[in-house]
């Protein structure tokens, strides 16, 4: 359980970051397409708003001076004087209905002085103006006072709806005899809008709309969610349509337009609302558009932040990951070396304490000869002395003279030998290399046994080179040679024959130094293990079985190799070495 604590908190660490920026790029990716959705929307309705303007503007411009032109018009003006004549009010008819047909307006009217319609273009349809009385409409009294009116409001005599421009017609001296008034029917443009995408209002000066594409949504104003306050309007105005009241709750601003959810005749909906005042009518035009944006277009972004994400996560851990693997393989990879130098240093210490020890054995086989070889010359120093007494006595200048180079000669000899000995035995470290010639390896070696060859009476046969020089470490090598010799003459010990053949060849570029003896060989199933640890045939005490594996391995570290094989009713061991070119300075002496 106390590992799981840190591997939980490792997790959190890496996992609720992830998590969390995941939750993060999906929200604001969300967010971003909902925005550029409703930027897109926003900017096709406002497109769209504009050209609702337009026509309607242009709809209303063209009409707006044509109520100015008409009550200059003398004929009009006469006959409104005359206006009790019923005659002259038949041509007044007939000239309002001919001049309303080539404007194309709605209806063109005539009011007297008291607001009573004297004249109408629709005096011969049922429903006509003509009788009627208007003097409490707006477009009527502003005109009086004013000169001029627009007004938007529901014909009480037809019911249609339509915008009413007016003017006041006066007479050569500026009095005001009546009031001409057009009425613009809007309700074919209203129909054209319809098939057009949204909702479009437009709406009065209390706000109510006069105008939509929807006929639904006709006289209606949009009221704040929860307040009842309703605008102020004279119910004449829109005649039988009195305003209802729309629930609207204003939720954000989006771009140029304001997110609204609104209770409409469909039913509560979420529009984006553009709006776009008409000033010179005191008009507002407003375009709803259904706030539906694509959930698709939505899901996609989202879907894309958090691959994205993810992603980027993954590789992040990844290189995090590899980054921590690397520096991991580095440190393991300093520690094996260390371990391998360690181990190296080891082993190296502990063969060359073995090859000592070898060497050491060697000698202490090779000591009784060794002590005789020393006990000897001074057997016959002793004589010497005797000898030199009475020759002193005999005063034999000559014989006594003769006494002491023998005596210096046994001195000599004893002292190489001891000398060589000291040598031998010093642990010589591995490694060493250095240019020695492998005749002085030979001879050393042989001063050792000498004694004990002399003893056994052995013969012994040598080939020297002496231009062969070969690279290594001197003592090493004549250690090898020192434990060849001794096994010969170890086999040889017991042979009515004993022959020693000493050889040193040039075989291409290697030197072959090889030991032969008369000893009998080895036998079939030892000669592959000669060369194993402690494989010896030897009597214990006698033998360890280190002496051809230290050399092995010796010969080995030289660079060259170390056989064995059976030849001439003997053993013949060949050591092989690379050549090495002589010292520059002995080069130059043999060439002299
Ligand atoms: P040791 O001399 O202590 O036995 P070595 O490794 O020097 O160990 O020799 C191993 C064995 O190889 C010897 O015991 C002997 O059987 C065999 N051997 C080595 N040299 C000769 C030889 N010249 N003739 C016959 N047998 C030999």
């Known amino acids: 359980m ?23 790029s999906v929200w604001l990716a969300g967010r971003y397409a909902e925005r550029r959705q409703w930027g897109e929307l926003g900017v096709e309705a406002q497109g769209q708003l504009e050209l609702y303007a337009q026509s309607l503007r242009i709809l209303v411009e063209r009409f707006r001076a044509l109520p100015a032109i008409l009550a200059l018009d003398t004929e009009i003006q006469a006959l409104l004087l005359e206006s009790a004549d019923p005659g002259a009010r038949d041509r007044l008819n007939r000239r309002l209905e001919r001049l309303n047909r080539e404007a194309g307006a709605g209806v063109i009217f005539l009011l007297d002085l008291q607001g009573k319609a004297i004249a109408a273009s629709n005096w011969q349809e049922p429903d006509n103006f003509v009788g009627g009385n208007y003097a409490f409409r707006p477009y009527f009294q502003d005109a009086l006072r ?19 421009l007016s003017r006041a017609v006066r007479d050569g001296e500026g009095r005001i005899l009546g009031v001409l ?42 009221q704040q969610a929860g307040s009842d306050r309703a605008p102020e309007f004279d119910a004449r105005q829109y ?8 629930a609207g709750q204003p939720l954000r601003a989006v771009g140029d337009g304001e997110l609204l959810r609104i209770a409409g005749p469909d039913g509560p909906r979420n529009y984006l609302r553009l709006r776009q005042p008409l000033a010179d009518e005191g008009w507002t035009l407003l375009l709803l558009r259904e706030a539906q944006i694509a959930g698709g277009v939505v899901r996609g972004y989202r879907l894309a932040a958090a691959g994205v994400w993810l992603a980027l996560a993954f590789l992040a851990l990844f290189l995090g990951q590899r980054h921590k693997n690397r520096h991991l393989r580095q440190l393991r990879r300093v520690e094996l070396e260390r371990l391998v130098e360690a181990r190296t240093a080891e082993l190296r210490k502990a063969q060359d304490e073995l090859v000592q020890a070898a060497k050491m054995a060697a000698l202490g086989q090779m000591s009784a000869a060794l002590a005789h070889e020393i006990n000897q010359p001074l057997t016959a120093l002793r004589m010497q002395l005797g000898s030199l007494g009475l020759l002193l006595q005999r005063s034999d200048p000559a014989a006594l003279q003769t006494c002491l ?61 002496p231009g062969a020089w070969v690279e290594g470490d001197a003592i090493r090598l004549e250690q090898v040679l020192v434990n060849l010799l001794h096994n010969a003459l170890d086999a040889m010990a017991d042979r009515p024959h004993r022959e020693l053949r000493i050889d040193l060849l040039r075989d291409g570029g290697d030197w072959l ?28 005490g006698e033998g360890l079985g280190l002496g051809l594996a230290v050399s092995y391995g010796i010969i080995r570290e030289l660079g060259g190799q170390l056989e064995a094989r059976n030849q001439d009713g003997g053993a013949l061991f060949v050591i092989r070495l690379p050549a090495a070119p002589a010292p520059a300075t002995l080069r130059v002496g043999q060439q002299e």
């Open 146 to 164: 004013e000169g001029s009116a627009r007004y938007f409001s529901v014909g009480v005599t037809t019911g249609v709806p339509g915008y009413f």
């Open 513 to 540: 130094i090889s030991v032969g003896d008369s000893g009998g060989g080895i036998a079939a199933e030892h000669l592959s293990r000669v060369f194993e640890p402690f494989f010896t045939t030897k009597p214990v």
């Open 181 to 222: 008034v057009l009425k613009l029917v809007m309700e074919d443009m209203q129909r054209d809008w319809a098939g057009q995408p949204g909702i479009l209002l437009v709406t009065d000066r209390q706000g109510i709309a006069i105008l939509s594409s929807r006929p639904a949504w006709r006289f209606h104003y949009l």
């Open 2 to 24: 106390p590992s799981s604590f840190p591997r939980l908190r490792t997790l959190l660490l890496i996992v609720l970051p992830i998590l969390l920026g995941l939750l993060g």
């Open 239 to 246: 005649a039988g349509h009195a305003p209802r009241p729309l």
């Open 405 to 465: 180079t023998r005596m210096d000669g046994l001195l000599s000899r004893m002292a190489a030998l001891t000398g060589h000995l000291k040598t031998f035995a010093r642990n010589s470290p591995g490694g060493l290399r250095e240019r020695l010639q492998p005749d002085t390896a030979i001879d050393h070696a042989l001063l050792l046994l000498e004694a004990r060859i002399r003893r056994d009476g052995v013969r012994v046969l040598r080939r020297n080179a």
